[in-house]
Structure formats: structure tokens, C-alpha cells
């Protein structure tokens, strides 16, 4: 490097002036120390990384999540630690640990008593950026809180997945919901330590060779149920447009025959009024007819009674003449009405006064 790019040659380059080795020799201290602070009371924070700065005077703690350049006062005013919360993958895998991160493959035995276990389980987590206080007072500086992973994930997921029996393990909708309970009992306990798991994933759980092709077999049927199902379901929309075919050429049929019923009750109710109209027309007719000749009836027994009644009041008055009459008057007009008549008497007795005079038509006399 040369003299002119090196900063404490430059300065010790401006000392040579002043007056006295000694004061150059305490500037020049001076500055180096100003500097050194300077560059210690700076910390660099990084994308994936919080820091937690204590105050040793205070004892407060802060938790900075924005990347970028962080004040740290010297003299233990400060302390800070960085904590990586970037995502991190923790396994079960293999026949034993190692490390942190890795552990022996997970072995669960089911509620029905039979066992099954995992390939490969691999869980997602990583330290909470706002619990990063937590994270380290709890676990220590740095990776520590690695630690936390194997107890817990092993223990809830034995307990979880051991809630299955075989059969229901194998369904991919209680695998998901035993998944699903068993990260939210992690987060729960974790989550006391500053640490959240994001994802649980677990491939198709492991069993006996026998089991295994009990459940190939079972998985050949169900796949037989379903092609079952697709053409059940495929008949069924089938009949379904049938049947709206047929429902529809009827409703054509019926709506023709609708409207020719509806054609014929018009004609009929047509010629309904019209009948009535006529009746109506010669009920009047008759009626007017039959009153005119009832009139004239009337009029003319009127009339006739009129007549008889004065040919009634005549005879009886020619009666009551004839009775007021004497008796000679009397048998001289009978004698004129039995003119040429001849009477046959025979009397039943003796009698001066006959009670019974029988007539008859002699000789064609009337």
C-alpha cells in the first residue's frame, strides 16, 4: 500500500509538523483509539438475521429486524448478538442422530396396535424475528435453538399420528388433519422459546409387507369403485338428459293438445253463447207470442163470460117468471114444448099428484 493511500500515514504525515514528539506520539493514539470505537460501535445486520441489542445499563433489550447498519455504544453500554431467523429444515430420517437437525426416522404405533413408520419426516421452522429476546435468553447465541426440535417434534408427532389407526392413516384427509394438530401442538410449546413451525411434511407412512398389499389391494378396489362411481355417475347423467328429453317432447305433445282443447272450448263456448242468444231470442218471441194470445184469450172469455153471464141472467129470469107462473100457465107451455110428442104415463099408485113421469120418443118424435 502506498503512503499516500494508507490514512495513518497521512496523518502521521500531518504530526511531523506539529511541535513535539510526545504530542504527535498522543494524537496519533488518540485517533487510532477514536477510530477503533468507531468501527466497534457499528454492527452489519444482514437479510435473514435480527439483532437483539441489551442495555447493560438499563437492562432493557430491543429487537432490530431491519437489515442494515446497527449503533452498538462501547465501554459495555451495548451488547448485541445476531440471530439467524432465515427458514431452517429439520428431518427424521435414517437409523440414527445426526446432529441437531437429524434425527432417527419417526416410528408410530397406531391406535388399532399395529406400527408403521416414516422415511423421511421433514419439518420446517424457524426463530421468531419479534421473539428474538425470547430465542436467546431460552436457547443461547446462535443455532442453539436447534435443540428445542428433537425432543418436541418426536414426541407430538408419535402422539398425534398414534391417534390413527392403519386404515384411517392411510386416508390422505386424517393424514392431513393428524398433520395439522400436530403443528399447532408444536407451535404452542415452541412458541414459548421464540420458535414457529411452518410446515410439517410426511411421506406415505411405511407398514408390514403384508399390510403393505392389503392396502395395494384395498387401493385396487377403491380405484374400482371409483371407475364404478364414474359410470354410475356417467348413467346417471345420461338417463338425466333422457329423461328431459322426454319431458320435453311431452310437454310438446301436451302443450299441442292444450291448444287444440283450448281451440275446441272456444268454438264450443262460441257456439254456447250463441245457442243461448238464440233461446234467448225465441224464449222473447214465444213469450211475447204467448202473452198476445193470452191477452186475446182473456179478452175473449172476458168476452164469452160477459155473454154467458147475461144468457145466465135471461134463463133465469125466464125461470123465475116461469116459476111465479100458475099452474095452467105452466102445463100450457109444456103442452107447446111436447107438441106431437107422445107420453106413455103409468103411475106406481093411485096417486092425484104422480111423483114420477117417465118420457119416451115415440114414433121418432123429438
Not at 83 to 89: C, G, H, N
Not at 319 to 338: H, K, S, T, W, Y
Amino acid at each position: 500500500m502506498s503512503e499516500s493511500s494508507s490514512p495513518l500515514k497521512k496523518v502521521f504525515g500531518f504530526l511531523k509538523g506539529t511541535e513535539g514528539e510526545t504530542s504527535r506520539l498522543w494524537i496519533a493514539a488518540a485517533l487510532i483509539v477514536i477510530v477503533m470505537v468507531l468501527f466497534r460501535s457499528f454492527t452489519s445486520l444482514e437479510a435473514g438475521q435480527v439483532a437483539v441489542r441489551i442495555n447493560n445499563i438499563t437492562g432493557s433489550t430491543e429487537v432490530i429486524t431491519q437489515p442494515g447498519v446497527i449503533l452498538r455504544l462501547p465501554f459495555g453500554i451495548h451488547n448485541v448478538y445476531l440471530l439467524d431467523v432465515s427458514p431452517q429444515t429439520f428431518h427424521l430420517r435414517g437409523p440414527e442422530n445426526k446432529g441437531p437437525l437429524e434425527g432417527t426416522e419417526l416410528t408410530v404405533r397406531a391406535a388399532d396396535g399395529s406400527s408403521f413408520a416414516f422415511n423421511d419426516t421433514t419439518l420446517l421452522f424457524r426463530a421468531i424475528p419479534s421473539k428474538a429476546d425470547d430465542t436467546l435468553r431460552d436457547s443461547g447465541l446462535g443455532h442453539a435453538y436447534y435443540e428445542w426440535m428433537l425432543p418436541y417434534a418426536r414426541s407430538i408427532l408419535r402422539d398425534e399420528f398414534g391417534r390413527e389407526s392403519t386404515i384411517s392413516v392411510s386416508n390422505p384427509t386424517s393424514f392431513a388433519a393428524a398433520e395439522q394438530r400436530a403443528k399447532s401442538r408444536l407451535n404452542k410449546l415452541l412458541g414459548e422459546y421464540g420458535i414457529e413451525v411452518t410446515s410439517i411434511v410426511t411421506p406415505r407412512p411405511r407398514f408390514s409387507p403384508e399390510y403393505e398389499n392389503l392396502i395395494e389391494a384395498r387401493n385396487q378396489t377403491e380405484n374400482q369403485l371409483a371407475v364404478i362411481d364414474s359410470e354410475l355417475a356417467r348413467a346417471k347423467t345420461e338417463r338425466d338428459r333422457k329423461l328431459a328429453e322426454v319431458e320435453r317432447d311431452q310437454n310438446k305433445v301436451i302443450q299441442t293438445k292444450r291448444a287444440e282443447h283450448e281451440a275446441q272450448l272456444a268454438t264450443a263456448v262460441t257456439q254456447q253463447v250463441q245457442t243461448h242468444r238464440e233461446v234467448d231470442t225465441y224464449k222473447i218471441e214465444k213469450t211475447a207470442a204467448g202473452q198476445a194470445a193470452r191477452s186475446a184469450a182473456k179478452s175473449s172469455s172476458e168476452q164469452l163470460k160477459g155473454q154467458l153471464e147475461a144468457e145466465y141472467q135471461s134463463r133465469k129470469a125466464e125461470i123465475d117468471a116461469f116459476r111465479n107462473q100458475p099452474v095452467e100457465r105452466v102445463m100450457e107451455r109444456l103442452g107447446e114444448r111436447l107438441k106431437g110428442v107422445t107420453i106413455d104415463i103409468q103411475p106406481y099408485r093411485n096417486d092425484g099428484n104422480p111423483q114420477r113421469v117417465q118420457l119416451e120418443n115415440v114414433g121418432g118424435a123429438r
